[in-house]
């Protein structure tokens, strides 16, 4: 079995170890995987670092038009998934196997009736 990390298993790790949140198990596997590859426990050190450097940095507030500008495009977004929802509900309680005859029975119907003395 490869002891060697994928890219998205150390991303993984990386966030978890900044955080404390690692198992006992994953823990082990970090350091280990640390310890074999330079390059990785580089990449470690420059993550912890950039980490802290944005933890420090100061917060800026966000304009006061920035959560109205969100909000209306969240309640279009909604909008819209709320008609494609309906429309795809309405599409799959009639089966189309049962709209076609019964739009042929119509138009039959209409022809008979507008050509009917």
């Known amino acids: 079995m490869s002891t060697a990390l994928k890219s998205n298993e150390v991303e993984e790790l990386f966030a978890g170890?900044?955080?404390?949140?690692?198992?006992?198990?994953?823990?082990?596997?970090?350091?280990?995987?640390?310890?074999?590859?330079?390059?990785l426990k580089a990449r470690f050190d420059r993550y912890l670092k950039t980490l802290s450097l944005l933890r420090g940095a100061p917060k800026e507030k966000a304009p006061?038009?920035?959560a109205s500008v969100i909000m209306r495009r969240v309640r279009r977004r909604r909008g819209l998934e709320r008609r494609n929802t309906a429309l795809q509900q309405a599409m799959y309680r009639v089966p189309v196997e049962v709209i076609i005859p019964?739009?042929?029975?119509?138009?039959?119907?209409a022809l008979l009736f507008f050509s009917a003395p």
């Open 102 to 109: 019964l739009l042929l029975g119509v138009m039959v119907a």
């Open 64 to 66: 006061p038009a920035l």
């Open 17 to 39: 170890a900044a955080d404390g949140a690692l198992s006992s198990s994953d823990d082990a596997r970090l350091k280990r995987a640390l310890a074999e590859d330079p390059e």
